[in-house]
């Protein structure tokens, strides 16, 4: 067998091994879909008929839960950022990574297994929260073609936030540090498009609102749902995803080298 070969091999045990702890400890992915769940119940009843007056025709929805629910499906698709970072930090505190350094497999298997194993996760969790948000009156208008540019998006925006993610568990130093990291990745969103458009932010909240990473993801999202205007969102929000996945897998690569090198 050829080497690539074992790699993939060896990348399929490790995916296993990942979804299997996933069902034998299923209360980490619980409460990643919960938290997007109760988001979308708050700001959908207890916000929406304050917020949504004034976004329905500036956003060209008719009804609050239009627009709010691209934005949390975003909120869900990075919220699996944390169950990477703490299975990763939690392998490398108890030895484990140690271990399988020690071991006849591929390098690159831990990390793949680790990667591919959340965004399976993370994408069950995605579906589950659209679920919501259709039992909750959300109406997309999207077809066949525009569903699966829009899957392909979060697929890509799971995978840039899942490198940077088993990144930072490698990093940390406890698990509970690598709980707290990712927090920033999850919130971001707020300061951008997902709740209200960022034209009615202070100036300075909206120049950083239109030009973080999230907002050009999010209104590319909610076009290709709803039909509403994409204009340049779509290539920055590629060349965004593209560039997170790049920092976040050179430097995961790079720290886990580096405690192979120190481990010797």
Request: a positive charge; aromatic letters at 8%; charged letters at 10%.
């Amino acid at each position: 067998m050829s080497t690539p070969s074992y790699a993939v091999t060896d990348s399929l045990t490790m995916l296993r091994r990942n979804l299997k702890h996933a069902q034998r400890y299923p209360s980490m992915t619980v409460s990643v879909v919960a938290l997007p769940v109760m988001m979308l119940l708050v700001f959908n009843y207890v916000f929406g008929g304050a917020l949504g007056s004034g976004i329905g025709t500036a956003a060209g929805t008719t009804d609050y839960i239009d627009y709010v629910a691209p934005g949390i499906i975003l909120m869900a698709a990075t919220s699996g950022a944390l169950v990477t970072a703490v299975g990763v930090c939690v392998d490398k505190t108890e030895g484990i990574v140690n271990r399988f350094r020690t071991m006849p497999i591929s390098r690159a298997s831990f990390l793949t297994g680790h990667v591919v194993g959340s965004v399976i996760q993370t994408l069950v969790s995605v579906a589950l929260v659209i679920g919501v948000a259709l039992l909750m009156g959300f109406r997309p208008s999207a077809t066949p073609v525009e569903w699966i540019a829009a899957a392909g998006l979060l697929v890509l925006l799971i995978l840039a936030l899942t490198w940077l993610s088993a990144a930072i568990g490698l990093v940390a130093k406890t698990p509970e540090t690598a709980s707290n990291m990712p927090l920033p990745l999850q919130f971001l969103p707020f300061v951008g498009s997902a709740i209200v458009p960022p034209e009615s932010m202070p100036t300075g909240v909206r120049w950083f609102a239109e030009y973080q990473p999230f907002t050009p993801i999010i209104e590319t999202l909610r076009g290709l749902l709803m039909g509403t205007e994409i204009g340049g969102s779509a290539p920055a929000a590629l060349a965004w995803c593209a560039g997170l996945t790049l920092v976040g897998y050179l430097w995961a690569r790079a720290v886990f080298r580096r405690g192979a090198t120190a481990s010797k």
